[in-house]
């Protein structure tokens, strides 16, 4: 015996347990740390009545709270509404005072014959109503004639053949632009320059008469 067991200096080998023992003790061990499995029939029922009864809760608290989110949808669509619908509302009540004073200038046009003091009125109520656009952000812009011709901010209406400015230049003006907060909302409609043709002399006309 003492020569088979000097081989080992820790002594005898501790016994290896079996394989199967392992797994049992495995077993054994996951269900000490998690939750006890009812013993009798009565604890089963009364355990599976327990997690009915939370499912209930928790349904109960998932459709409170989606009732809850439907509900803020609706408001927010109703204040959503309300919002677009009175966004204008300072904005009208900055231009009623013009249209008042239109009203009265029509009036007095009506029944005064002093032309001078009615045009002197509608261009003050003019010249306040495109104060108070600007201050909502809306701007109104002229075209310089002479001023090369820019697809962004003017519409060509009409071609005019002209000398004294180069071709493509704005040369009339028909309707002014707008913008609003720098965006060309309308463009100015324009006439643009175009170089006149060549008139032919009677010789040339001729000449070309006879080729023909």
């Known amino acids: 015996m003492s020569k088979v067991y ?12 079996e394989e199967g023992n392992d797994k049992m003790e495995a077993k054994g061990e996951v269900r000490q740390e998690g939750q006890e499995y009812p013993e009798s029939r009565e604890e089963l029922i ?7 009864a939370e499912a209930r809760e928790y ?4 459709l409170r709270y989606a009732a809850e ?14 919002y677009f619908k009175y966004a204008l509302e300072t904005f009208m009540k ?9 009203e009265r200038a029509l009036e007095a046009a009506k029944q005064s014959h002093d032309v001078k003091a009615i045009v002197e009125g509608i261009e003050l109520t003019l010249k306040g109503l495109l104060q108070t656009l600007e201050k909502f952000g809306l701007r109104q ?4 004639i002479g001023e090369a011709f820019r697809p962004e901010l003017h519409e060509a209406l009409a071609v005019e053949e002209t000398h004294e400015h180069p071709e493509g230049a704005v040369v009339r003006t028909f309707q002014k632009g707008y913008t609003l907060h720098e965006r060309v909302i309308r463009p ?18 001729g000449e070309n008469s006879k080729n023909s």
Do not use: S
Not at 59 to 62: A, D, F, I, S, T
């Open 69 to 82: 989110v439907e509900n803020l949808k609706k408001a927010f669509k109703r204040e959503k509404e309300e």
């Open 46 to 52: 009364e355990l599976i009545k327990q997690k009915e």
């Open 6 to 17: 000097h081989l080992y200096r820790g002594g005898v080998p501790a016994k290896k347990p």
């Open 188 to 205: 100015a409609l324009v006439a643009v320059a175009k170089k006149p043709q060549e008139k032919k002399t009677p010789e040339e006309t």
């Open 59 to 62: 349904r109960e608290k998932m």
């Open 141 to 144: 812009f002229e075209v310089a």
């Open 94 to 102: 900055e231009l009623l005072p013009f249209v008042d004073n239109l």
